[in-house]
């Protein structure tokens, strides 16, 4: 049996720079992940299929073709090795369409649990250009380190490691549609990342996404506030399309009382304490 975590990437600036002919969007925005996320398990050898455990799986049909576990998988018996299929179990602990990875960390999750079990190196870049064809936002849960991306996302350049900030993620339990928040997005170019320290070009940075998110699911606007006003909060912003936000603090128990705080006044949000991790995916 192989256990392959799936951690959440959130995006600490999300800059949108253009409409593309193709419907895309060429932005710029600096991924980085957490201690936590879905958890993905593959028995090579047993019986084909997927199952779906943990809070959110009344979100996803196991039978759904569309899923991103079984494409991944698909995708990977057609383009490196023609294996069996395997039994999957997935875990699901994020909400879903909640920008911050969810389909694309377990997908991810499916490429380098398939490469452990069949001999194939996790920088084998078959596995990216199968991760590229499956989302924008694979690429990146792939390489699950802190990376600057571009084009659409999937344009990867490594940064330095981050500091293992205390992140409060919440959400207010409202999915967002990724199609419908970048088809608001108004056009403007406000502009490129800066260059330098990561932590510092984030939060001199933006999230483009946040408006055209928040006229579609007015409760972020709520989400955002009660995090700004938190004790020690570095930096908080929308993750994504959202409506996940996170929050950044030096300590966790600043983390601790902002989550306390959001319990008590928003008791149906979900909310998770975590950490920012450098290197998630070492097994
Ligand atoms: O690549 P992915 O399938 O995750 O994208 C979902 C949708 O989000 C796309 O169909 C597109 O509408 C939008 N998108 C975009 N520009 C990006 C990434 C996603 O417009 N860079």
């Not at 002919?21 to 593959?42: I, N, P, R, W």
């Not at 996404?209 to 007015?218: C, I, N, Q, T, V």
Request: one cysteine or more.
């Amino acid at each position: 049996m192989i256990v392959e975590p799936a951690p959440a990437k959130i995006n600490l600036a999300l800059h949108v720079r253009a409409r593309r002919a193709d419907g895309y969007h060429t932005l710029e925005t600096l991924f980085a992940f957490v201690a936590d996320g879905d958890v993905l398990h593959l028995d090579p050898s047993g019986a084909p299929g997927l199952r779906i455990t943990g809070p959110f799986a009344a979100g996803l049909s196991p039978d759904d073709p569309g899923n991103l576990v079984l494409c991944a998988e698909a995708a990977f018996r057609s383009q490196v090795a023609p294996v069996a299929p395997g039994a999957w179990l997935l875990d699901k602990r994020l909400p879903v369409a909640s920008g911050i990875g969810g389909g694309s960390a377990d997908a991810a999750a499916a490429l380098r649990a398939l490469a452990r079990a069949h001999g194939v190196a996790r920088d084998d870049p078959r596995l990216f250009a199968i991760a590229a064809a499956l989302g924008s936002d694979v690429p990146a849960c792939l390489l699950g380190r802190p990376a600057l991306g571009r084009g659409r996302g999937e344009r990867l350049d490594l940064l330095p490691p981050l500091p293992p900030l205390a992140v409060l993620l919440v959400n207010p339990l409202v999915p967002v549609s990724t199609a419908a928040v970048f088809a608001r997005w108004d056009g403007v170019d406000r502009g490129a990342l800066a260059h330098g320290a990561p932590l510092a070009v984030a939060i001199g940075g933006r999230n483009d996404l946040e408006p055209p998110a928040r006229a579609l699911a007015p409760a972020i606007d709520d989400v955002l506030a009660l995090l700004a006003a938190q004790q020690g909060v570095l930096l908080a912003r929308m993750s994504g399309s959202g409506a996940t936000c996170f929050a950044l603090f030096d300590h966790a128990d600043d983390r601790a009382s902002a989550a306390r705080a959001v319990v008590a006044s928003q008791p149906g949000w979900w909310c998770l304490e975590t950490t920012l991790a450098a290197q998630p995916h070492v097994p």
